[in-house]
């Protein structure tokens, strides 16, 4: 009989196995050593990779999290906050979303973390899962926390400092006041006027302060800038001064 022998060339083919092999091997060797925490979710929101890191930062093997929802370790006080923003990314088609939120580590305790998500759709628009790369950042909730702390001590401080302040302001402006009753020196009488209106002057500076104290502690609102400048010029006593207010933008209703 007759047989044909057919070769293939497929030294091409090999070539792009082992490239892809040694760039899979490559991509595993990066995601083995780095710190940060990357885990892969599926359409339906459960962990179907996550690096092993993992164990380093929080304990796990990477076995026992395969498999377990997203949000299952998630701080009970923070897992609705996470959630609301994670239906809103999705809703608007967002491809990333950052979240902070807690999560239990294998020794019980809850460990603050930051997730820089990144979400997937498919071509018809639908939520295809996503992939975090989430870091711990207990130490920046410490720094943060001190922060907070140490200027919640300074405006109490400043608070009860102005507080004083002002009591010895009133006491000095009541002395002033009677001194000018009972004085018949035209001089004197001038000199008190003078005395009683940096005193005047004293308080509204402190009262300044308390307004810059509590900058920002209130959500931003618009402002007539026209009003604003004319109590200024008034608390400051600055009528021999004109000022003249330009605004662009129209004035709200």
């Known amino acids: 009989g007759r047989f044909a022998t057919i070769f293939t060339d497929t030294s091409n083919q090999r070539t792009m196995e082992m490239d892809l092999k040694d760039r899979e091997a490559y991509l595993r060797l990066l995601t ?12 339906d929101n459960r962990v179907v990779y996550i690096s092993p890191s993992v164990t380093r930062r929080l304990g796990y093997t990477q ?13 009970p006080e923070d897992v609705e906050r996470v959630r609301r923003q994670f239906r809103a990314a999705m ?15 294998s020794s019980g305790d809850f460990v603050w973390v930051e997730s820089e998500t990144h979400l997937f759709y498919t071509d018809a628009g639908g939520y295809d899962g996503c992939i975090f ?20 001590k300074l405006q109490l401080l400043n608070s009860v400092t102005r507080h004083d302040i002002l009591n010895q302001v ?43 104290q509590r ?13 604003i400048f004319g109590s200024v010029a008034k608390a400051f006593h600055l009528e021999r001064i004109r000022f003249e207010v330009f605004c662009t933008a129209p004035k709200r209703a």
């Open 91 to 105: 809703a608007s088609k967002e491809r990333t979303v950052r979240l902070e939120y807690r999560y239990l580590a």
């Open 133 to 152: 790369v989430s870091r711990d950042i207990a130490d920046r909730k410490l720094a943060e926390a001190a922060a907070a702390l140490a200027n919640n």
């Open 170 to 212: 009133t006491i000095l402006q009541g002395y002033l006041e009677m001194d000018a009753k009972v004085s018949d020196d035209p001089r004197m009488v001038e000199n008190l006027s003078r005395m009683r209106q940096a005193v005047v002057n004293i308080q509204s500076q402190i009262d300044f302060m308390r307004d810059y």
């Open 215 to 227: 900058m920002g502690e209130f959500a931003p609102d618009w402002q007539e800038v026209e009003s």
């Open 32 to 43: 083995d050593n780095m710190e940060d925490m990357i885990t892969q979710a599926s359409a």
């Open 63 to 75: 076995s026992a999290l395969l498999g377990r929802g997203i949000a299952e370790n998630v701080h």
